[in-house]
């Protein structure tokens, strides 16, 4: 018998029933709690079960108020999170807990495999993390640099909000606006007293569309340089949180906050993240400069920073230009579905069947995910966009793969969501290529959670992966979505039946690989400057410093001194990226390398992709990514193999 929860909400009654689960959770670890000898099969596992239910009771709501937003779900929603908010912080910080952890740790260590070792190393990390462990006064100090820290982060947000809305630029000559794509003049276009002029801001959508399509270069200048001195104010914020995060990390008992950024990821230490980003750096440059030549050739004057989007376009107009509305005829949303499942079952032994029942809209759908032929988890489908869906796409993990205090095993399911064209009576769905993409994407980070076969629900599927290492599965099934021999399974004509010709697909990839050296270095320029800049406190003279050393390395035009960028790098100073922006790239790397041993291997006779169901997706967060990429592939992560996905000869 499967175990899969018939998917339905009861908005009427679901605070009252989030309430008595809640307070029987509660009372259930008070009793947990008093246990005499505790063990991880008394204590670890019925606690972690508590979470477990909680979050299967709690993610329909949360899908719901996603995909079928309205008053009701909105209401509910906001009442929820501060009841399951409150009860989580109060675990998180329940001392009689983490003492729990430690004393099971030390007692029963030996006798414990290595997913229940992982359960605890995780569990009390992040105990550590947060410093519950230490004494009051170290407690307090934390306590006001987190509320210090929030403070400016919030402040950081609020100036280049504030000074992003306070800019425009108004275009009255006619030519100044010739080039940019209709939609974007009538966005810009107001009228004043009978005359049409044109209003350009520092909002992206506005400001992309100058700096990529506007022709006078005085006033790319003028926005370019409005852009990139927004919140001078900011400054003096990113000293002061600088400081307090170093010092943060010094009361956890780190070197500093890059050292303890890495204490939850993948990536080992502040070396090996240092020398992966300067060896890519390194050798993405030659090719970066042929890049930047092709452009510069289209200027009779040396190019500038406010050049390059602009430049950049005219080149791809030239030369690398997709007709998307070509290639949506290739890409009908079922025959994609449809393709993909045969691709994985192709690729990793994975079946999908469909299950016949009533969902929270006529147009998602479930499946059985089958693994060479036995029963592994449950997967919903709700690909078309709609007015009451939020935009975007993500994947939503419901169930865990695990056995509970009984022993029983519970399978997995999860949601994919994407916001596709929708199809109706008389038309169908056709996807950009872009749209293929997503959905490989999001399809990854689904398999990666369902083929999961650990038995402890706290490190099962996506559960307890490192931060560093989660776009790793999504990215890597997103490759074979530019590969040939996939392609050619499922990219055939809706109408006509023909495959999608090889010139096209070529064309696809050499799309993607547009500029993609100068791109690379741009993204590396950031992680460099954030990775390095948290190895020590800085004065905003030397974060500077710091700035133009780094881009000596990565940026082939040196920007305007007046250029600064730190004041409005929220990722870093308003965001979750502390230390943390090389992430990105670390993640594409190893989906980079597996992807090519697959490919190298002739795809669907590799022994690698089998291997790879059964290290990476079916192991999940049971261990750091770093020892089972290491399993994989039997090696170190080679970066090269980065460098040739993006079509870079390095
Ligand atoms: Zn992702």
Not at 273 to 300: D, G, H, P
């Amino acid at each position: 018998m499967h175990t899969f929860l018939p998917f339905q909400v009861d908005l009427e009654h679901f605070i009252e029933k989030l309430q008595n689960h809640i307070h029987a959770n509660t009372k259930q670890v008070e009793e947990l709690l008093a246990i005499e000898n505790k063990n991880y099969a008394n204590f670890v596992r019925p606690l972690g079960m508590l979470g477990e239910r909680l979050e299967e009771f709690f993610t329909p709501l949360s899908h719901i108020n996603a995909v079928c937003n309205s008053e009701k779900t909105q209401e509910i929603y906001a009442q929820a999170l501060p009841i399951i908010t409150e009860y989580s912080t109060q675990l998180s910080q329940n001392l009689a807990v983490y003492e729990a952890f430690k004393e099971i740790q030390a007692k029963e260590s030996e006798h414990l495999n290595q997913e229940q070792k992982r359960v605890l190393e995780l569990n009390i990390l992040h105990f550590e993390l947060s410093g519950a462990h230490l004494d009051a006064q170290t407690k307090e100090r934390l306590q006001e640099i987190n509320l210090r820290k929030s403070e400016l982060s919030n402040d950081f947000s609020q100036n280049l909000l504030d000074a992003t809305n306070a800019y425009e630029y108004i275009i009255t000559d006619p030519k100044d606006v010739e080039g940019l794509p209709q939609s974007d003049k009538e966005n810009a276009a107001f009228e004043d007293e009978g005359v049409t002029k044109y209003r350009f801001t520092l909002q992206m959508p506005s400001y992309i569309a100058y700096m990529t399509y506007g022709k006078n270069e005085t006033i790319r200048e003028e926005l370019y340089k409005a852009y990139v001195t927004r919140a001078p104010q900011n400054e003096a914020i990113v000293e002061e949180l600088l400081a307090l995060r170093a010092e943060m990390s010094k009361l956890l008992g780190y070197e500093n906050y890059a050292a303890y950024s890495l204490a939850s990821k993948m990536a080992p230490d502040t070396q090996s993240v240092l020398s992966f980003l300067q060896t890519l750096a390194a050798k993405s440059k030659k090719q970066a400069q042929n890049e930047l030549a092709q452009m510069q050739k289209l200027s009779q004057k040396p190019l500038r920073s406010f050049d390059t989007a602009y430049y950049g376009e005219l080149l791809k107009k030239e030369q690398y230009e997709l007709d998307e509305e070509l290639y949506r005829p290739y890409f009908e949303q079922q025959n994609v579905l449809r393709g993909m499942f045969e691709f994985l079952d192709k690729l990793f032994g994975i079946s999908f069947e469909k299950v016949e029942e009533p969902l929270w809209d006529p147009k998602a759908s479930a499946y059985y995910l089958y693994v060479q032929g036995t029963l592994k988890a449950k997967i919903y489908f709700d690909l078309e966009a709609r007015k009451s869906k939020r935009g975007g796409a993500w994947m939503h993990n419901w169930q865990s793969h695990c056995k509970d205090e009984a022993g029983k095993e519970h399978l997995a399911s999860a949601f994919v969501v994407c916001n596709f064209p929708p199809s109706s009576a008389n038309t169908k769905s056709l996807l950009r290529h872009d749209d293929v993409v997503t959905l490989f994407h999001e399809m990854g980070h689904t398999l990666h959670h369902l083929l999961s076969d650990v038995n402890e629900n706290e490190v099962s599927g996506v559960n307890g992966v490192e931060w560093d290492a989660v776009e790793f599965p999504s990215q890597f099934l997103e490759n074979f979505a530019y590969e040939r021999s996939v392609l050619q399974m499922f990219a055939k004509h809706y109408k006509t039946g023909e495959v999608l010709p090889d010139a096209m697909i070529q064309k696809l990839i050499d799309a993607k690989n547009f500029l993609s050296a100068l791109g690379m270095l741009r993204q590396l320029e950031f992680s460099l400057f954030d990775f390095l800049l948290h190895t020590k406190p800085h004065t905003a003279q030397e974060m500077q410093e710091l700035l133009d050393t780094i881009r000596k390395e990565t940026s082939l035009i040196s920007p305007p001194s007046y250029n600064k960028f730190q004041n409005g790098f929220s990722h870093i100073f308003a965001g979750g990226y502390a230390a943390g922006y090389y992430s990105y790239k670390w993640a594409e790397v190893l989906s980079a390398d597996a992807y090519y041993n697959i490919i190298d291997e002739g795809v669907f006779e590799s022994p690698t992709a089998k291997r790879y169901r059964d290290i990476i997706l079916s192991k999940g967060g049971s261990q750091s990514m770093q020892e089972l990429f290491f399993e994989l592939m039997q090696r170190e992560v080679n970066p090269q193999n980065l460098l040739r996905l993006n079509g870079i000869e390095g």
